[in-house]
């Protein structure tokens, strides 16, 4: 199920509008959400290609909350669907 997530950044007072997958994580058994937050945070920051993510989620606050190693940004790039690939890309996501 895909819906719209409001989040408001408490220091800038800016509000990000994305969408959140969400799908059930069988190790955890909880539903989860497909996380692409933060790929965007680096995006809008950097407008970059991915390799360059790591590094900058070292240094940086996202909503992700830890360093993106590249084995993690591929394994969500590869649950995208061909469409969100193709959507994510268009605004700016190179490199991947």
Known sequence: MTCRVHQVNKKTGVTYVYE???FWNKEKRQPRNRQILS????IADRG?????????????IHPYGKVLTSQRISETLRSLGED????????GGRGF
């Not at 790929?39 to 680096?42: D, H, I, K, P, Q």
């Not at 970059?48 to 940086?60: D, N, V």
Request: aromatic share 18%; proline share 4%; with cysteine.
């Open 39 to 42: 790929m965007a945070y680096y």
């Open 84 to 91: 969100e690939q193709k959507s994510f890309s268009s605004y």
């Open 20 to 22: 959140a997958t969400s």
């Open 48 to 60: 970059g290609p991915l390799c360059h993510l790591q590094a900058w989620s070292k240094s940086h």
